[in-house]
């Protein structure tokens, strides 16, 4: 069902074209200003008006058209007649479905307070449409007004939710745009409705907005039931046969399929988590209790009352664990609009996809069509680009091509997402369910794939599934983006080597501190701080300052697979490693799924895959020689596929001629390396405070770029004026949409619970001002209470809260920090794991010289805060200078012994322990360690037959932090250089980390890493074994005894752990902001809560 709306200036003078698409195509016409009259109410017989004429007024006039199978009628509004207000409502009846269209044109824009009893009266869907002629942020607009802002707050506290926010509707003879026509509609029906605004304005000023309501029978729910015991005992057997390695995939693809029931359930309104237990239990419950009321059996009603016992409980758990699934989404907050795509598109699969594809200006309708012209689109230009002679070997690297170990494997299974699989059909959740046995086959496999570098060609396979552009016309191929599927085996076997080449570019530092994303440790936050602290530089040395914002076309798709290889070899990613990124890039295939069908499959010859997990960290390494182009003065960041250039100097003249000299050197370096920039997409802009004499002019290969008030970068609108003002206004509006979309299931009986909500809230929406906080801690107390504002907002219309509870009492049912308090808290949280990140921070550049230099303010704030914490950033616990993400250091032994089970009886433990070590570690030197956290002291112990220590450490230390300490401070002071060393410790915490090092890891642990391989280098064996406590070994009862004996005589050691540090901030910063209410005051509010409740209960019935 398609809707129309449209502000036509003037209908009778375009009749011509409601005869063409999307007027032809449309069920549903809505127009304003139609300066139509009572006798020109004739325009085509295929439909019945519904009209609002003008009245004698130069302009205005209603239109309101429904197809001849429809029924309507006007719904009296009741208003006066008020030349600045035209209401037409008019309720429908159209197959099977009852609905209320409200057509809308306020010439001086719409007072809602005169209309919003009459809008919030309907118990049925309702569409809003007209031209409300206000202006707001929420829908882009630079500036608001009293009553946008009345619209807006009524809109945030209604059951209505807002379809059309971004683009622009209508374009002013000056060349300006704006969005004034608005859709609106009830939250109940918005997950099925899709609007875009059409790219030709048909004469008017105006441009129509389509609106589509998705309102098909809801199709059978379709759902998979897997005999995972049978699919993993001949999955193994599989694994164990000889299977050769281009087979493999094909046959566990053939025993899942074999192994696999698709049941089809009715086609009804389930709920998105509903599962076959679900099922199963709900036709048991129904069956028994028809029985029990024919036969007037006890027996089926007792067996009723038990499936519908059962019932419940699926219910509950499947209900919770979809709302847990879709939390986890919401933790990256760009997937907030793809959670919701995931809710909404439950029932019907094809909810996204459209009938008819315009191509060549013909519509197609056949599926399989369809799908061959996207996949000739996403195909397109994949023209093989010129061989370059490649020597793999040279000066192989042996860290990066030694075997591929199983602990490699076992991490990268871990951290595959389970999303939807390749072609192949294999999941994620069949590796997980690998047993050792079948893990040490497929880490074979691995290794053989590694050594022959031969990728399967289901490897190098994607299926390609379109996906619509938000607000865009959906019978146009450009308007959808590629989301591809591959092969589960090729992700896993992509994070192995994409571990060892980012460990070899963080410790031999060879990627530029510059060059952001997708590497540890280089986040988007410290980009965008990068940018700032130059502008801010800039301003304090009066100097003029430009930057320019450069957009590489189809960045991962036109990358020259020959050259990528040619730079990770300048890299040193050398050896077999090198061989197999090369063959896994070229001469791979694609197929595009579409409305159940599937394309040709298509060869790609260039560029780098969509949906790999190795693309990203190779284009990191495509643009790590960007350096080269840039004239002296000049500097950059990139982040992935965003390049920002700035230049800033007290001569406009000199900034200038750099930048142009820059341009002409990245056009030179694009050319070689057949990478495309497109200068009309690129902005320029002046950031400094100075007034520019004139405007320079910069050109990239003859184009000039366009100079633009602001530039964005990674998601920041960087201003020469009031830029705290305009980062504030671009994160509100974003707020304010995504409070808008989710009401779309806060009022969806689909069980999510107020905890769901909270967290998404959180991660969705919150979240925006949590980011960039480096900046934005720097708001002035006006503006945060702004974002307390919309923080106090986006809970109330998830939790349903009346207006006028007190934001003290939302805050606490939602277990929220004050949002302003929390912006400085992650702020300082940033600066401080900058100093523990050490020289492996992007703040310094490749000689360990610092590279961005804190602004004065920020400086500041790190000083009052250690200050506070009676400490100092020298005594930060840091990275050692040389990276280990090694978990082979030692020998550790968690649960090898029997003494090891805390299940056996102390005495037994004891004497167990005395029998392992006369065996197994006869001629070791050993050291026990402990660690102890009072109110008064917190300390570390360490002892051994010649020697022992204790000294007081910091109290903010955690006990974890303590006893890694411990052993570092044991092996500088207790170890011996003729023995191997046995260290012996209570923590199996430390050493759980340390067996599964990483660089995520605490610092505290790398640390620890570092001074065992100092011990290596005397080649000393080093065991650590854990020790239950309390369990009378009378090593452990020494070092206890001995951690617990400290005083304020003994030495102190400064150091303190990051993590620790944070963790107190925190603490801190929670009960500086803990709200607090007098029983008088939770009275009175749950009164008025109780009175709110009944009161919308009485209005329901």
């Known amino acids: 069902m398609t809707f129309v709306q449209w502000n036509c200036r003037g209908i009778k003078n375009k009749k011509i074209w409601l005869k063409v698409p999307p007027f032809s195509t449309s069920e549903f016409w809505v127009f304003q200003e139609t300066f139509l009259k009572h006798e020109d109410h004739r325009l085509c017989s295929s439909k019945n008006y519904f009209y609002f004429d003008r009245h004698g007024r130069p302009g205005g006039g209603l239109l309101t058209a429904i197809p001849k199978n429809a029924s309507g009628r006007i719904i009296p509004t009741g208003f006066s007649h008020n030349f600045n207000q035209e209401i037409l409502a008019v309720e429908v009846h159209f197959q099977d479905f009852h609905f209320i269209i409200i057509n809308l044109y306020a010439p001086q824009g719409l007072n809602i307070e005169n209309v919003k009893y009459f809008f919030d009266s309907f118990s049925i869907p309702v569409f809003i449409f007209g031209d409300f002629n206000l202006h707001h942020p929420l829908w882009g607009s630079n500036r608001s007004s009293p009553l946008s802002n009345d619209f807006v707050e009524w809109l945030q506290n209604s059951s209505f939710i807002l379809l059309n926010s971004s683009n ?10 704006s969005l004034l026509d608005l859709s609106i509609c009830s939250a109940s029906i918005s997950h099925a409705v ?7 304005n048909f004469e008017s000023d105006h441009y129509p907005v389509i609106i589509t309501w998705s309102i098909l029978d809801h199709t059978p729910k379709k759902i998979k039931s897997l005999d995972w015991n049978r699919i993993m005992s001949n999955s193994a057997t599989v694994l164990t046969t000889n299977t050769r390695l281009h087979d493999l995939t094909s046959k566990i693809s053939k025993v899942i399929r074999d192994n696999t029931k698709i ?11 509903w599962n076959l237990s679900c099922h199963n239990f709900q036709k048991l419950k129904i069956l028994f209790r028809k029985r029990a009321l024919r036969l007037i059996s006890e027996s089926d009603w007792m067996k009723h009352k038990k499936y519908a016992a059962k019932l419940r409980f699926h219910i509950k758990k499947a209900s919770r664990n979809y709302w847990d699934k879709i939390c986890n989404i919401t933790k990256n907050p760009r997937m907030f609009y793809s959670m919701l795509n995931r809710i909404y ?18 519509y197609i309708s056949n599926p399989v069509q369809q799908s061959n012209l996207f996949a000739d689109f996403f195909s397109a230009n994949s023209v093989k680009h010129e061989p370059i002679p490649l020597d793999y070997c040279e000066d192989s690297n042996s860290h990066l091509n030694i075997p591929i170990h199983l602990q490699e494997v076992r991490q990268a299974i871990q951290k595959t997402r389970n999303s939807t699989p390749g072609a192949d059909g294999i999941t994620a959740n069949w590796f997980k369910r690998l047993s050792n046995t079948d893990l040490t086959c497929i880490t074979s496999f691995f290794q053989e794939v590694f050594t022959t570098s031969y990728i399967p060609e289901e490897w190098k396979h994607s299926i390609i599934v379109p996906i619509p552009k938000p607000n865009k016309d959906k019978t146009k191929i450009n308007s959808y983006r590629p989301i591809a599927l591959t092969s589960v085996f090729s992700k896993v076997f992509e994070r192995i080597l994409i571990q060892r080449i980012t460990h070899h570019l963080l410790t031999e530092k060879k990627i530029p501190p510059s060059v952001n994303g997708f590497l540890p440790l280089r986040d988007n936050q410290l980009a965008v701080y990068k940018i700032h602290t130059a502008i801010s530089e800039a301003h304090s040395h009066k100097k003029y300052f430009i930057g320019i914002s450069l957009d590489i076309k189809s960045a991962y798709d036109t990358v020259y697979i020959d050259g990528l290889i040619f730079k990770c070899l300048q890299l040193g990613i050398t050896g077999n490693i090198t061989k197999i990124l090369h063959n896994f890039l070229q001469n791979r295939t694609l197929q595009v799924r579409w409305r159940h069908t599937l394309s040709g499959t298509k060869s790609v010859q260039k560029g780098l895959p969509q949906g790999s997990v190795v693309s990203p960290i190779l284009f990191v390494c495509f643009l790590s020689d960007f350096s080269e182009t840039l004239d002296e003065g000049v500097e950059y960041s990139i982040f992935a596929d965003d390049i920002f250039i700035f230049c800033a100097h007290t001569s406009l003249d000199h900034i200038s001629k750099k930048l142009q000299n820059t341009m002409k050197n990245v056009y030179k370096w694009c050319n070689y390396w057949k990478l495309n920039i497109s200068p009309e997409k690129c902005s320029i802009a002046d950031l400094s405070k100075k007034k520019l004499p004139s405007i320079p002019r910069i050109t990239y290969a003859g184009f000039p770029l366009p100079w633009k008030q602001t530039i964005k970068y990674l998601g920041i609108n960087f201003s020469k004026i009031n830029q705290n003002g305009i980062i504030l206004k671009n994160i509100r509006s974003k707020a304010l949409r995504k409070i808008n979309a989710l009401k779309s299931i806060a009022y969806k009986n689909y069980g999510p619970r107020t905890k769901d909500l909270i967290t998404i809230v959180n991660n969705s929406i919150c979240s925006l001002f949590y980011y960039s906080c480096s900046i934005t801690n720097k708001f002035s107390e006006t503006q945060y209470k702004a974002c307390n504002t919309i923080q106090t907002m986006a809970p109330r219309v998830a939790l349903g809260l009346p207006k006028w509870t ?7 049912i939602a277990g929220q920090e004050v949002l ?19 020289v492996h921070s992007p703040i310094y550049d490749q000689n360990c010289n610092p590279s961005i230099k804190l602004i004065k303010r920020d400086e500041v704030m790190l000083a009052n805060l250690f200050t506070e914490l009676d400490t100092s950033t020298d005594h930060i616990i840091a990275f050692p200078d040389t990276l280990i993400s090694r978990s082979n250091l030692c020998e550790i032994f968690l649960s090898d012994f029997s003494f090891q089970n805390k299940a056996h009886p102390a005495f037994l433990i ?7 070590v006369y065996k197994e570690f006869q001629d070791y030197h050993i050291i026990a360690t402990d660690a102890s956290k009072s109110h008064s002291f917190t300390s570390i112990a360490g002892i051994s037959n010649l020697q022992s220590f204790v000294y007081r450490i910091h109290p903010i230390n955690s006990i974890f932090t303590a006893e890694a300490l411990a052993i570092c401070q044991a092996l500088d002071e207790l170890s011996v250089t003729d023995k191997n060393l046995l260290l012996l410790t209570d923590s199996y915490s430390v050493l759980q980390a340390l067996k599964c090092l990483t660089i995520k890891s605490p610092k505290v642990i790398h640390r620890l890493a570092g001074k065992i391989l100092v011990r290596k280098n005397f080649h000393q064996i080093i065991s650590l074994v854990w020790t239950p406590g309390h369990s009378l070994i009378h090593w452990n009862e020494k070092a206890d005894l001995l951690a617990k004996t400290v005083t304020e005589s003994h030495p102190f050691l400064e150091w303190i752990a990051y993590e620790d540090i944070i963790s107190r901030y925190q603490t801190i910063s929670l009960q500086k902001n803990k709200p607090f209410l007098s029983k008088q005051q939770i009275s009175r509010i749950n009164w008025r809560y109780s009175r709110h409740v009944n009161s919308n209960s009485l209005a329901q019935k």
């Open 263 to 273: 049941i089809t359930l009715p086609a009804k309104n389930y709920p998105p988590w």
């Open 345 to 362: 598109n439950h029932t019907n699969q094809e909810i996204n996809t459209v009938n008819l594809i315009l191509h060549n200006n013909h």
């Open 806 to 812: 007190p934001n003290i009492v939302l805050m606490k």
């Open 910 to 916: 004891k004497d167990l322990f005395e029998e392992v």
């Open 194 to 200: 899709d609007c875009y605004v059409s790219d030709s």
């Open 820 to 838: 302003s308090e929390k912006i400085k808290r992650l702020a300082a949280q940033f600066f401080i794991r900058q100093l523990a990140n050490g």
């Open 168 to 177: 622009p509707t209508y374009a002013a003879y000056t060349g300006s745009a």
